[in-house]
């Protein structure tokens, strides 16, 4: 893999992690569920 489809990815991921927070209806609950994203999407970098 070069780093063009490494971007692409995280670009991806990226969108579709703002359009899941956009669903959701609350926005105190924003930050327990981002943090859980971000430490998930850190193993799978691993």
């Known amino acids: ?3 063009k489809t490494i971007a692409k990815k995280t670009i ?3 969108q579709t992690l ?4 956009n669903d959701l209806p609350q926005f ?3 930050l ?3 943090t859980c ?3 998930t999407t850190r193993k ?3």
Request: net charge positive.
């Open 1 to 3: 893999m070069n780093k």
């Open 12 to 14: 991806v991921r990226r």
């Open 18 to 21: 703002h359009q899941k927070l």
């Open 28 to 30: 105190t609950s924003l």
């Open 32 to 34: 327990p569920v981002t």
């Open 37 to 39: 994203v971000m430490q």
């Open 44 to 46: 799978q970098n691993m």
